[in-house]
């Protein structure tokens, strides 16, 4: 079965953990090679976020695990790439 | 025959199968390298989604048969690459 | 006499053939190393593409035959490379 | 004395010659690499068109002698480049 | 446990110690390769800064450390990466 | 001392000569590695051209010389590098 | 302690010396191997300009000093990179 390779989660979390918290446990996975998370919004409750997280083989249960572990939840998924290769979304005259 | 190098569809789907599950099912597919998948609207029944699929020798049949398979349609193919190389479109004057 | 590498065009199609046959078409033209097609803008009879071909020594004609045996007109050249290089055009202060 | 390595032009031209027959005359030209030229506007008469020529040393004077006896005038020269290497024009605050 | 590899804060600071002072401070942490602060606002009292820290193993709260014994404060933590390797936030359609 | 390594000019200069001869005359100068002139804005009387010289060594006095004894005058001086590489600015959040 | 590796600077500087004379001044600097100076805006009396640095080794009260001995004076320090590399801010979605 092909391999996730990228993941764009959009994520609402409560200010604990704090972003390097989440970015380390989820950079702790197996198969995952980086994480990166961007603050979008943040109000007195929760932040909102964009995690990205690149690897050779990103097991998705286990990703989505360790947000809701931490009292966040996946607003929506905003991109997946799989396969062998990592591949860019192309521009197109419809965007 | 000249061979497909890359496919962008406009596809309307179900929330199930995910983002992820389809990204796998056609990176499955032989001839195909790898395939993004970025959601562009959502409601509650359907998502809009953006298909990128890039490989040697892309059987559209076959990516058109997966699709469907999952309950998902193709609303419109946005672009196709045919050939020895992949060559990007160039933006002209009249753009 | 220089060889052409690049052209880009504007053209009306049917919807039958696909984008898919018209680029695998066009690819398979001696002198042609790859083609995009892009869809511009569809409605219930006809769609309009921008087509551009690269490769070493592109014969217009071919192109154009096999553009008008498939139903289909070039509304527009928008753009031709010709010579030992693929030259990009240049951004100005006119532009 | 320096050679003229890059010519940017601002060109009205009749339908004939078409844009491909004016790019491969264009090309042959003795010191001339390559030859782009992009469609800007069109109408009944005329063709406004831009044409990017580069090469190791440029003969002006034959550029616009193939330009002009095609029924084309320049209507501006909006570019040169000159010197051992094309240098890019940079982006200032001013601009 | 995976590294921390990049950070990017939104820091509210008097203007002693200056920007060059605080970047030479944090440069100087143990993990951390190069350090970019740039001035977004500025009034008779404090500077709006944004401060970028790249390294192979950054401690988030030494970094914290320093900022807050120069009497500055971080607003915000705009931006975390952790893993083997910095991984870019790649756009989507819901940007 | 310290080398000129590029200069951005605004000049404003009459119809003679061309582009394309004050382009040769400046990249005839010692030091000079290639020169752009592009065409801003142009009535009957004068062209304003932004011009652009990169080099190993530019003498300065000397760019100046040949843009006046051709009639023209410099408008602005836009942007100047000198030292032993060509650094580029860098944008910031005060741009 | 870290090394200096980059500086923007906002200044304003009277006509004299010029753009090319203040360039030189600082790229003469120990530790510097680079500098841009671009012109933002002019009137009868001053100059407002964006100076950019880089080098090895910047210091930073020698490039204060060159400055304020030419007349100028720094408006303010909009960028500083410190450490082993130059790092380039990152855009986050707070930008």
Same mark, same amino acid.
């Given at each position: =079965?092909? #391999?996730?390779?990228?993941?764009?989660?959009? %994520?609402?979390? &409560?200010?604990? &953990? *704090?972003?390097?918290?989440?970015?380390?446990?989820?950079?702790?996975?197996?198969?995952?090679?980086? %994480?990166?998370?961007?603050?979008?919004? =943040?109000?007195?409750?929760?932040? #909102?976020?964009?995690? *990205?997280?690149?690897?050779?083989?990103? #097991?998705?249960?286990?990703?989505?695990? %360790?947000? =809701?572990? #931490?009292?966040?939840?996946?607003?929506?998924?905003?991109?997946?790439?799989?396969?062998?290769?990592?591949?860019?979304?192309?521009? *197109?005259?419809?965007?």
């Amino acid at each position: =079965m092909a #391999n996730i390779r990228r993941l764009v989660l959009d %994520v609402l979390k &409560p200010h604990t &953990p *704090t972003l390097v918290d989440l970015a380390v446990q989820l950079a702790d996975l197996e198969g995952i090679e980086g %994480v990166d998370i961007s603050l979008k919004e =943040m109000d007195q409750k929760v932040e #909102n976020v964009k995690i *990205t997280c690149e690897g050779e083989n990103i #097991n998705f249960e286990q990703v989505e695990r %360790v947000i =809701m572990e #931490n009292g966040a939840s996946i607003h929506s998924l905003d991109k997946v790439s799989a396969g062998a290769s990592i591949i860019e979304e192309v521009t *197109t005259q419809q965007d």
